[in-house]
C-alpha cells in the first residue's frame, strides 16, 4: 500500500523568509500524481500545487515550488517570501495514475509564520 | 468556483444516537468522498462513490454507512455513534476519472459525548 510521510509536525519561519516542508512517499507504480494541500483556520483545503510523476521539471505556482526527486521518492514544498496568510497545515498527498481515485495524505505539517 | 457545503460546522451528539452527515456538491461531479481528520493522524478516507448508489470502502469504513441515492448529494451515517467517532469530518468532491483535483466541504466537527 502508498504511504506518505511528513516528518515535520511543526515548522515556523519569519515572514519574507522562505521554508521547506518535507514529504516522502513509498509506492510501486511509476505514475502517479502528488500534491500539497493547505488547511487554514477555516478548515477549508486548498490545493497549493501539484506534480505529475512523468514530468521532470518542478512545479510552480508562484511564491510556491516542489522539488521532486523520483528517484528518492521525495516531494517537498517550498514557500519563498513567506506570508502571514501561509500559516496553516500542510498536507502532502499522492494518487495513483490509474484505477482508484483515492487520495492517500500524509499526517500534515503545521506552518506558523512569525512576523 | 465549486461549492461543497456540508449541512452542519459543529454537531454534538450522544453515545448510540444514529448521526446523519450531509454533503451536497453544485458541479456535477461524479466522484465524492468522505474523510476523517485527526490530530497527528491526518486525514483517512472512510468511503467513497464514483456515482450514484456505487459505493467503495476506504480504509477506515469501520462503523460508518453511507448513501447517494443523488449524484449532489452524499451521506455519511453513522449507525450508534461512539466516542471514538469524536473527529472532524470532510468531504470532497472530483470531476471525474481523471480528475485529480479533490474539492473540499469546510468539515464537521463532531463530538460524541
Known amino acids: 500500500a502508498q504511504t506518505v510521510t511528513q516528518s515535520q509536525p511543526e515548522m515556523s519561519v519569519q515572514e519574507a523568509e522562505t521554508v521547506t516542508l518535507s514529504c516522502t512517499y513509498d509506492?510501486?507504480?511509476?505514475?502517479?500524481?502528488l500534491f500539497w494541500y493547505k488547511q487554514p483556520p477555516s478548515r477549508q483545503m486548498i490545493l497549493v500545487i501539484r506534480q505529475e510523476a512523468y514530468k521532470q521539471q518542478n512545479a510552480t505556482e508562484n511564491r510556491f515550488s516542489v522539488n521532486f526527486q523520483k528517484a528518492a521518492k521525495s516531494f517537498s514544498l517550498k514557500i519563498s517570501d513567506s506570508q502571514l496568510g501561509d500559516a496553516a497545515m500542510y498536507f502532502c498527498?499522492?494518487?495513483?495514475?490509474?484505477?482508484?481515485?483515492?487520495?492517500?495524505f500524509g499526517k500534515g505539517t503545521k506552518l506558523t509564520v512569525n512576523p | 468556483d465549486v461549492k461543497v457545503t456540508q449541512s452542519s460546522r459543529y454537531l454534538v451528539k450522544r453515545t448510540g444516537e444514529k448521526v446523519f452527515l450531509e454533503c451536497v456538491q453544485d458541479m456535477d461531479h461524479e466522484n465524492m468522498f468522505w474523510y476523517r481528520q485527526d490530530p497527528g493522524l491526518g486525514l483517512r478516507l472512510i468511503y467513497f462513490?464514483?456515482?450514484?448508489?456505487?459505493?467503495e470502502k476506504g480504509d477506515i469504513p469501520e462503523g460508518y454507512s453511507v448513501s447517494r441515492e443523488k449524484k449532489e448529494r452524499f451521506s455519511l451515517i453513522l449507525e450508534s455513534a461512539s466516542t471514538n467517532q469524536t473527529s472532524m469530518y470532510l468531504c470532497?468532491?472530483?470531476?471525474?476519472?481523471?480528475?485529480?483535483?479533490?474539492?473540499f466541504g469546510s468539515g464537521t466537527q463532531l463530538s460524541v459525548l
Open positions: 509506492t510501486s507504480e511509476s505514475d502517479y500524481y
Open positions: 498527498a499522492y494518487r495513483a495514475q490509474g484505477g482508484s481515485e483515492k487520495l492517500v
Open positions: 462513490s464514483y456515482d450514484v448508489k456505487m459505493k
Open positions: 470532497a468532491s472530483s470531476l471525474g476519472v481523471w480528475s485529480e483535483k479533490l474539492f
